[in-house]
Nanobody
Framework: VQLQASGGGLVQSGGSLRLSCEASGIFSINHMGWYRQAPGKQRELVAAISSGGTTNYADDVKGRFTISRHAKNVLYLHMNGLKPEDTAVYYC?????????????????WGQGTLVTVSS
């Protein structure tokens, strides 16, 4: 299962961006999420959504970011009220079962990352 992320860019503080992540293949997804990694810091969870639609967010993005899923293979992260501390490379992640082989195989895949830069 391959993930393709897009939508990053440069935005001023207080601005908005929408990140997209499209999964390709034949699969059943258990959960998807967005992570980010700022320079010199560890990768951290930003938001996640389960197959049933349950969402959870990091404390510092609650009320500003919204994760959503379209159809079964497109994940979005709507980011409003962006702050300079949101600057990071954002990665999408999906975990589930790959059904494109003779035998179903569990997978945990990452997209290539998309850079979000928020200027002050």
């Amino acid at each position: 299962v391959q993930l393709q992320a897009s939508g990053g860019g440069l935005v001023q503080s207080g601005g908005s961006l929408r990140l997209s992540c499209e999964a390709s293949g034949i699969f059943s997804i258990n959960h998807m999420g967005w992570y980010r990694q700022a320079p010199g810091k560890q990768r951290e969870l930003v938001a996640a959504i389960s197959s049933g639609g349950t969402t959870n967010y990091a404390d510092d993005v609650k009320g500003r970011f919204t994760i959503s899923r379209h159809a079964k293979n497109v994940l979005y992260l709507h980011m409003n009220g962006l702050k300079p501390e949101d600057t990071a490379v954002y990665y999408c992640n999906a975990a589930g079962v790959d059904l494109g082989n003779r035998t179903p195989i569990e997978f945990d895949s990452w997209g290539q990352g998309t850079l979000v830069t928020v200027s002050s």
